[in-house]
Structure formats: C-alpha cells, structure tokens
C-alpha cells in the first residue's frame, strides 16, 4: 500500500514533466510510496474558483473524492493545484450545504471504477492536501533526508524561489512572509543556500501571455538579483513559475543587461542529484536553460 | 403561596418605571407598562418617571415609601450595575431594608437590543410580573462589615508602581513594592528622552527612584516576586519570593569596587540592560542610577560559583564591609495588606515575528529600544550612534507599527511608537544627521502638544512617508545598505530607499508571564491578553477582584504621562479601599442548613473563594470569603445549600412571573 495518493494535475503532464520525474524518482529513493489516483481531472486552476464557485469547487472536488477512497493523505506538487485544492477542502469543511450541493453532484454524475465495478463517488472524509515541500520537511525530515545523500551538492550556490501561491493567501506549513522549507532541504543536501529577498514575488503567472512587458519585469527582476547575490541556479517548487523563469529568460536577461544564463531547476532535481540518481531520470535533459554548469560541478565530486 | 409579610396582611409594592429620556421610553410604551403593572396583585402604586436615577427621582420613591407605607420597591430601569446602590440607598432613606428592593433591567436587556415596540412593551412587562413575584418572598438583609488592613502591596517597580507607591507612601500608608529585576526604574529608566517635551528620562525618573528608596513607608524588595496570593479584599495574604542577590543590601555602600576588582577585565556576559549591546561583568550594577544601589552577582557568569576556585578579589576589595555573602538562598516573607496594585508592565514586540523586516538577520536592523539605548549618554556607545559593523549611519529608515494594526501578529495600536518614532528621528538626526525615513500607517498622536512635536520633526526635514514597509531586504552588491520597500499611498507609488539603518518600531505586548500573574492575583486578561479593567469608562483601574487594581502598560499600552495618571488613580482608589477602615460586603452569601448537609465536600472543591470548610462533617460557608457566585448552591446535591437574594423559592418566583401569560 502506498503511503500518499498523488495528483499531478496537468502541467506536471506537460510542461512541468521534469517535475513529475524527479519527484517521483526522489519519492522512490526515500521509501516515499506515491500512487497517482485514477481518473483525475482539472483542478480548475484558479480562473474557475472567481467565475463559478460551486461548479470550481465541484470540479477540484471530484479529485478530493477520489483522494478520500484512498484512505491516504494526496500530494499536489503544482503549486496552484495545492492551492485550489487546499481552498477546496476548506470550503467543504466549513460550509455544510455547499459540501452538499457538490456531494449529491458528485454522487449522481460520477463514478469510479475500481475492482468492485462502478461506484457513487462520496466525500466522506476530510483529505490532507500535502506539498512536496511539506511531506518532506514534515514526514521525512531533513534529517533523514540528509542521510540518504550519496552525492552532496557541496558548496552549489542555489537560491530558493518558492512563488506566491503556497504561501498566500494561505500558508499551511511554512512562513508565510519568509518561507524557510525549501531553504532548509537544499540546505541538507549540500547546497549552499543563497538567501533571496525575493522568494515570495510574483513569477508574472498568467500575465507572461496577456501582458508580456510586466511578466518580463517580474522575471527579469528575479533572475538579476538571483544572478547579483552570486546564485548558480535558482529552485522552484511550481511548474508555473519555472516556465516563466525558463522559458522567458532569454529576454528577461536581455531586459537586465545580463549575458550569462542561470539554471531553473525544480528542487526535487536537485534533491535527486545529491541521491545519486540519473540525472535523465530526474528530467535534466528537457532543460531549455543549459545545466551543464551543474552537472559538471556534480561530476568534480564524484 | 404563604404571605411573606406577615403581621400586616399582603406586601404593599411600589412599582417605578423609568423613561432614562428616550433610551427607554423611544422603544417601550412606559406609561402602559406602570398602568399595567398597577393591576398586579400586591402593587399598590405604580408609576412612570422621566430620569428615576435623577434627585426628584429618588425623592420620589422615599416620600412615596412614607406615604403609602410601601414596603417593597421595585424600578424597572437600566441595569443594575449602574444603579442597583443608587435606589437602595433611596429606599434606606425612606425608612426601608435596601434588600426590599428589586430592579428590573429594561434597558440594556430590552429596550436597546429591540426594535418593535409592542413587542420590547411585552418584555418589560414579563419582567416587572416577575419581579412583583420575586420582591414578595424578600426578607430584610444586613451588609457584612470587615476591617481593612491599611497596608498596600505593589506589583511592578517601574514608573506606575514607582508613582502609585509615593502616593500612598505620602498619604500615610505602609507600602511594599515588590520588583523582579535588580533595580526599579522599569522601561522608563531605559530610554533616553521622553516625548514631546523631550526632557531627559533618567533626570526625571531618578529623583522618583530615590525618593522611593528613602521613604519611611515604602519596603522595597527587587529580585523579588509575588508567588501566593491568600485572603481577600482588605485582608490579603501575599508571599514574596526574593532571589539571591549573592550581596547584602545593607552591608553594600554602593561603592562598585568590586567591580573594578573583579579578575574579568572586561565583561563576557550580554548586559541585560543595554539589550545584549554591550557586555557586563559577573559582578554588576545593572545601570548608574540603579535603585538600591547594589551590585548584584550573576552566578551563571561569576567563576567562584562555576568553579569554586575564583581569587574573590571582590571579597578582598570589600574588605571589613563584607557586602559580599556566595551562600545568600532564596527567602520569602509573607505580609498583610489591604489593597494590591498590580503594575507590572510591558514587554516590546519581539521582531523575529516579522521576518520581512529582517531582524536577527541583517545587523544594522534595530529595534527602537535598543536605539533608546544607543542615543542615551549611559548607554552601550555613550551616547554615539555607532551601529554592530562600526559605522555611523547616512541614512536611517524607520518602520512604524512592526507588531501592533497587524493581523498576523498584534491588531490594536500600540499608542506609543508614532511619537517615540519622531523622538528618534528627531535625536537621530540630531546625533548623526543622517536622512530620515519615517514609514508610517496613520500617524498617531493625541496627546497634549504631540501634534505640535509631529510639525517640528516633519519641519526638521525628516521625511515622512504614509505607506506599510513590505520588506527590507540587503542590496545585491554587497554594500550592506539595505533597502526599504513600501507603497507610498499619498504619491502612490512604490518607493524602493536604500537605507544604512533600519529601526524597527516595535509594538508593546503583555508580559510572557501575564497569565500566571493573572491567576496569581485571580483577576482577567481582555483579548490582546493585557489586565482587564472592571469598566472601561467608569472603573477603569479596578479589578473583577476587590481591592486589586490596575496601573500602567500591563492593563493596556500607554504613554508615561497616561500611566503616571493612571497610577494616582489607583492610588486613590486603593487609598480610599484601605482609608474607610472596614468595607460593606453584599449580603448575597450563601449558607448551610445543617441538617441536610450530608458532607460530601462536593462544595468545597469547587468554590473559587476556598470559603468553605468542614466542621464535624458539616459545610460551613465563611460569610467573608464568600462572594455569592452560587457555585455551591447549584452544585449541593442534598440541596443544603441556600444563597441571601437567590433563595430557590425567590428564583422559581421569578421565573413563573416571565413565563405568566398576563
């Protein structure tokens, strides 16, 4: 039996691949047993909660479902998929009729399959939405985290860049003015942790497509300072953020009158580096920004 | 029902209804309600008054007492928190026992929180039946009388224990002032000068310290705290606890030679006085002007204690003085008094709460004690604004409301660091003349000349800009400047300063310790956790407990001015408590019928007054102790417990006269 329910929601199927890699092969590197859930749909991103809140909540809801079958706490490693799921779970809990209005649509229209055929999908319990960052700052620890490095990343100046959404509105198991989960199992895995005023700044999210000139400020002003505070890569916990930051650097680093390239990397790439993992396992190779400079850092201390 | 009145046929009820303006009679039709009421059995006179609380009001009832012989008063009016005392003391005047009287309250419980009128007037009416039916069964009642013990305890040596202690001392009473730290003086004697008048702190404070220390009524105990608690209003029993100074007190001239013998050369241990920003000697005066004027050894640092192996230089420099004494243990001493005033003050926002801003990270953030500290001539750095890297800052930032109009941390106002922040600016620029950034909320200052303080520093060119700082972060090359970003709501826009200095206008908080202390004099915490006032308006340095009162920043966050005011005002109470020589104790205590009482002890646990004991396996209720919350009375399960003015058959009376359809 696996010990959390996983949801990857769709960027971790797309763009944020090397997200769902890494975790996934870091999970199994610490004995962490995931198990996707079976049919999963949108989250609902965070467009639908401000257009329909019943049918938003019905929608992410339908995923809690499933979660709840499972008897297992469900890890959302988006960052925007942890949030709507977490707002969802708190608005099931606190508002009774909204819980009912979304179980008795849940209930009429959709079903699961599992060995005993279809079956009414039912909240019944409450669900623990966990970030990657949580289960293991919280369940493993850093200190078993620490013990099971074989490759440490000594002295890899990694700044850590955790995004607005798991810390506003609502910051569940870190600081919500300056988050330290992050910091602390880069920290434990060798890295030496470049502090970043800017950890909780807006990556531009969404307002990269409808207004490109203010997504590039934002990102431009990340990487310039990142770059300034003498970082080698900056880690990330949200397929959104990383997008922005990679796959616009080329012009934010033109905007800031910079040459040299910095790597963008999901922490749990860096965290399965330092596990000895294959770096093709952990999605390096997908990298739009070149990784070598940290590759060929690793290679010196094997 | 039996007749209560025995001997003179049925009772002869007066029934008053009051307008209170139109507070009562804009929403319940009083003129119905008294013609109503004068059809109840047992009223024989019901009337309806503009202000019952008024002289003519009063009046009415005593001459109306005498001529219709009444003999049970009844005023439906506002609660009787206001004015219960008014109108019994208007019935003992007309010749009746004051306990013959009930009020209805038709205001706070009515007319105020209803709006349809019909409805309010069928309320009132309920409850003036059920008040007929209750005042019948009253008997006549007599006030307890106790002595009081003159003598008054204070909670806290800083300026409102310092203050409130010297009145009493003048007026004539024995004061014990009881202190935690080694000297009194409290934050007062911390900071440099003191808003708007900018008057030098210490040079006001210390004449109040020595007065203190050389008052023949005042017993000052520092390194001490209260630990226990006993008896009651008047006649309290409280035990103090005294740590080892590791000196006696009275063998010590204040001479301070053995410091400078001491074998430490320099300090090693954080001062706590300077907030850790410089270092002390294991053998110290916390600061120049410390009352008493005593070393005092920290065992924690001194080597005879660690290691038992020291030179005792200190010992040798003392000489035949032999103020020096390793083996001094805690003592206690319990005494009686009167009255307590608990005076225990404030602790500052600690800012690693806020980690926006940095504290404990970058080092030249600060918080606005420890710059009190830094521009005080006694102080770490003489007065010099010299910052933890050495430099003397360029520029100075200064963040107001870090811990106070914040939901993540404190949501009231602090009251006091808008105006300690201009003072400041204001010595800052004067020490340094560095540019100034002051980031504001709102800027607060209600005081008498703040507003004009405020127009002198903004004149003095500090700048002041209306917006929350979101973060101070360092610059990314490496300069150590740090940057203050904020949204300027006047220009509106973002301003991003860069800045030497950062000072952290730290909000005020209730002392760590203010729960255990709560319990310890069994008074209440309001919801940021200060000490609650009895009423906000009209009692406001009282306490829920008799005879314990409030004084300065541990009831609320308040400026010197306020808690020197606040202070004399609970020495007048207390003064006027302990002045009378005895108090009158409500008669509403409760009592045992022996006969029933089966001696279980179910009572006696559970009284909050520890007023009961057993004799002979029977309750017995100490009629002083005893403040009739019905605890006991509730809780006796042979029901052989009854309570003055809450008799069961008064209550259920009561409640049949509400629930009565007419």
Redesign the interface.
């Known amino acids: 039996m696996s010990d959390y329910s996983y949801y990857p929601g769709c960027s971790l199927k797309g763009t944020g691949r090397p997200y769902d890699e890494s975790m996934q092969a870091v999970f199994a590197a610490l004995g962490l047993g995931l198990d996707e859930l079976d049919d999963w749909n949108c989250c609902g991103a965070t467009a639908y909660m401000a257009i329909d809140e019943v049918q938003a909540v019905a929608l992410a809801g339908r995923n809690l479902a499933l979660a709840a079958a499972t008897g297992n706490d469900v890890v959302a490693p988006c960052n925007a998929c942890w949030l709507v799921l977490t707002k969802t779970q708190g608005k099931l809990g606190d508002d009774v009729a909204l819980r009912d209005i979304v179980c008795g649509a849940l209930g009429a229209t959709c079903t699961a399959v599992n060995g005993d055929g279809p079956q009414p999908l039912r909240i019944d319990r409450d669900v623990a939405v966990r970030h990657p960052l949580d289960v293991l700052i919280n369940d493993l620890g850093v200190d078993a985290l620490g013990e099971a490095v074989t490759r440490p990343l000594d002295g890899l100046k990694v700044t850590p860049y955790y995004g607005c959404q798991i810390v506003r509105p609502l910051a569940t198991f870190d600081d919500q003015a300056d988050p330290q989960t992050m910091d602390r199992l880069l920290a434990a895995v060798g890295c030496e942790v470049v502090d970043n005023p800017y950890k909780t700044r807006c990556c531009g999210a969404s307002q990269m497509m409808i207004m490109p000139d203010v997504g590039i400020d934002l990102v431009s002003l990340l990487i310039a300072d990142a770059v300034a505070r003498g970082a080698e890569a900056i880690a990330v916990a949200c397929p959104l953020c990383q997008f922005n930051l990679e796959g616009y650097q080329r012009k934010a680093l033109k905007e800031a009158g910079l040459e040299q390239s910095i790597p963008i990397l999901y922490f749990t790439q860096l965290l399965g580096l330092a596990l000895g993992l294959d770096p093709k396992r952990l999605g390096l190779h997908r990298s739009f920004v070149p990784v070598d400079s940290i590759l060929g850092r690793r290679a010196a201390h094997v | 029902m039996s007749d209560p009145h025995a001997g003179n046929g049925t009772p002869r009820i007066g029934v008053y209804v009051c307008h209170c303006g139109t507070n009562i009679a804009g929403t319940i039709d009083v003129v119905a309600a008294a013609e109503q009421a004068a059809e109840i059995p047992g009223v024989v006179l019901s009337r309806d008054y503009k202000y019952m609380c008024s002289d003519p009001g009063q009046e009415l009832i005593k001459d109306d007492i005498e001529e219709h012989r009444l003999d049970r008063v009844i005023v439906a009016s506002c609660s009787p928190c206001l004015h219960e005392e008014t109108f019994r003391n208007a019935v003992a005047a007309g010749g009746m026992n004051p306990y013959l009287f009930q009020m209805v309250n038709i205001r706070e419980h009515d007319s105020w929180v209803h709006r349809d009128p019909e409805a309010a007037t069928s309320k009132a009416m309920h409850l003036i039946r059920a008040a007929v039916r209750r005042v019948r069964l009253h008997t006549p009642l007599e006030a307890r009388r106790v002595p009081i013990n003159p003598a008054v305890m204070v909670v806290g040596g800083g300026i409102a224990g310092i203050h409130a202690a010297l009145t009493l001392a003048n007026a004539g009473k024995q004061v014990y002032l009881v202190e935690r730290e080694p000297s009194i003086g409290g934050h007062m004697a911390m900071f440099d000068k003191t808003f708007p008048t900018l008057d030098c702190a210490a040079c006001i404070l210390t004449p109040k310290m020595t007065q203190v220390r050389a008052h023949p009524n005042i017993k000052v105990w520092t390194m001490s705290e209260v630990t226990e608690v006993d008896g009651y209003v008047g006649s309290y029993e409280v035990t103090v606890r005294h740590e080892p100074r590791f000196i006696i007190e009275d063998a010590c001239v204040g001479c301070l030679e053995c410091i400078d013998a001491c074998v430490y050369r320099s300090g090693k241990t954080p001062d706590e006085f300077n907030l850790g920003l410089s270092k002390r000697k294991p053998i110290y005066i916390p600061f120049p002007q410390a009352v008493p004027q005593v070393v005092v050894i920290d065992p924690d640092a001194c080597i005879e204690f660690r290691t038992g192996k020291c030179k005792k230089t200190c010992v040798e420099v003392c000489a035949d003085r032999n103020a020096i004494d390793f083996q001094q243990t805690e003592s206690f001493d319990t005494v009686e008094v009167g009255a307590i005033i608990v005076a225990t003050g404030f602790k500052t926002f600690d800012p690693i709460r806020?980690?926006?801003y940095g504290y404990g990270?970058y080092s030249n953030v600060y918080t606005a004690l420890e710059v009190e500290r830094l521009v005080n001539a006694s102080g770490p750095t003489e007065g010099h604004v010299v910052m933890r890297d050495g430099s003397t800052p360029k520029s100075i930032g200064v963040i107001h409301c870090v811990g106070s109009r914040d939901r993540?941390t404190n949501r009231y106002c602090s009251r006091v660091c808008c105006m300690y922040s201009l003072k400041l600016s204001h010595l800052l620029q004067e020490k340094t003349d560095a540019e100034i950034y002051e980031f504001y909320i709102d800027m607060r200052t209600p005081g008498k000349d703040f507003e004009e303080f405020y127009n002198r520093v903004e004149e003095e060119g500090v700048h002041l800009i209306r917006g929350k700082v979101a973060?101070v972060?360092?610059e990314?090359?490496g300069d150590g400047r740090l940057i203050l970003q904020a949204e300027d709501t006047l220009a509106g826009m973002v301003r991003e300063i860069p800045v030497d200095m950062v000072v952290l206008a730290t909000g005020l908080e209730p002392q760590a310790d203010a729960e255990d202390v709560r319990r310890t004099f069994n008074i209440t915490c309001a919801g940021g956790g200060f000490f609650m006032e009895r009423h906000p308006k009209l009692a406001p340095v009282s306490t829920f407990t008799d005879g314990v009162f409030l004084a300065g920043a541990c009831q609320g966050p308040k400026d010197i001015p306020d808690t020197v005011a606040q202070a004399g005002a609970a020495a007048a109470e207390a003064l006027a408590l302990v002045d009378a020589g005895f108090i009158e104790l409500e008669p509403n205590t409760a009592y045992v019928s022996a006969e029933d009482c089966s001696g279980c002890k179910t009572c006696s646990d559970l009284c909050p007054f520890h007023a009961i004991s057993f004799v002979d396996a029977k309750a017995v209720i100490n009629e002083v102790l005893c403040k009739g919350c019905g605890t006991c009375v509730a809780a006796c399960p042979s029901g052989a417990i009854h309570q003055n003015l809450f008799e069961d058959d008064e209550i259920f009376a009561e409640i049949v006269g509400v629930l009565a359809d007419a």
């Open positions: 806020t980690p926006q990270r993540n973060q972060r360092p990314p090359n």
